[in-house]
């Protein structure tokens, strides 16, 4: 059985940074592709950064690339999402997710969902 679980989220100020973490447990091939996504209140869950479990496919979505950096620690089952020169429209629920598959696009779909970790950001 996979589980995921993040931390990290807090209230940041505009500008700063910060990385969320995601543990997880299971058969390492069902969480051969991890992602995360964000959730804001009335809005659709919104899938930001993934990867293989190589690394050697990487993916962000345009919005957050070049701010957003995702990686994993396969020796530690953990997969990070480093945020840098936050601001208040990244503020929201953040989910680490994970699926046995894994491909470079907006449409990726997990099968396997944490349960959340919240970023504040202040103006």
């Known amino acids: 059985q996979v589980q995921l679980r993040e931390s990290g989220g807090r209230l940041v100020q505009a500008g700063d940074s910060l990385r969320l973490s995601c543990v997880a447990t299971?058969?390492?091939?069902?969480?051969?592709?991890m992602g995360w996504f964000r959730q804001v209140p009335g809005k659709e869950r919104e899938f930001l950064c993934g990867?293989?479990?190589?690394?050697?496919?990487?993916y962000c979505v345009e919005s957050v690339e070049g701010r957003f950096a995702v990686s994993r620690d396969n020796a530690q089952n953990t997969l990070y999402l480093q945020m840098n020169n936050l601001n208040t429209n990244d503020a929201g629920d953040y989910y680490c997710?994970?699926?046995?598959?894994?491909?470079?696009?907006?449409?990726?779909?997990?099968?396997?969902w944490g349960k959340g970790t919240r970023v504040t950001v202040s103006s």
């Open positions: 997710a994970a699926a046995p598959s894994f491909y470079t696009k907006r449409s990726w779909l997990p099968r396997y």
């Open positions: 990867m293989n479990l190589h690394g050697n496919e990487i």
């Open positions: 299971g058969p390492p091939m069902a969480v051969y592709g």
